[in-house]
């Protein structure tokens, strides 16, 4: 007589945990990949700088050299070239010319504030490093000054590593 084994509903156990982990792992693995194919679709980020250099004879008389970066997906929607016509732009900020001045002063702005449509969807941030000469004390100097994110920083170095670190 052959012996056939018959399993009880008490001794048939499946191993729900197991199951569980696996399903896990693989929701995890799907929203993984998913973020990665996504991330992949959207253009990277590009970054430009700009440079510029002038003197103003306004109520705050000064020298003002600025270099400024601008880190977008959409930097053709920026109009890069419009400033070019008073100013300097590269991709890389060894190409552009050094800034010199005796006070230093950083602002960082999300480009939608710039937008002049209501409806503006472009992305990205801008970073300027301003180095300043002032002429003379002015009344107006201090209003001026806190209208930077960073004002008066207390070195060249420092202002140019917080360039390097605007993303």
């Avoid at 003197?55 to 000064?62: A, G, V, Y």
């Avoid at 997906?73 to 109009?79: F, L, T």
Wanted: proline share 2%.
């Amino acid at each position: 007589m052959s012996r056939v084994k018959v399993m009880s509903a008490g001794k048939n156990k499946f191993n729900w945990k197991f199951v569980g982990i696996w399903l896990a792992i693989i929701v995890i693995l799907y929203f993984i990949a998913s973020f990665v194919i996504e991330k992949n679709k959207q253009p990277q980020k590009e970054t430009v700088y700009c440079y510029f250099n002038v003197s103003l004879e306004d109520s705050i008389p000064r020298d003002e050299c600025g270099i400024l970066k601008i880190v977008s997906r959409d930097i053709s929607q920026i109009g890069i070239d419009k400033f070019n016509q008073f100013g300097q732009c590269s991709k890389m900020l060894d190409e552009l010319q050094k800034c010199e001045g005796e006070v230093y002063h950083f602002s960082k702005y999300d480009l939608k504030e710039f937008c002049s449509e209501p409806d503006c969807n472009v992305d990205g941030i801008i970073c300027s490093a301003f180095f300043i000469k002032y002429h003379n004390e002015s009344e107006y100097r201090k209003v001026y000054e806190e209208s930077f994110t960073e004002p008066n920083i207390v070195s060249k170095d420092i202002l140019m590593k917080r360039i390097d670190r605007c993303k």
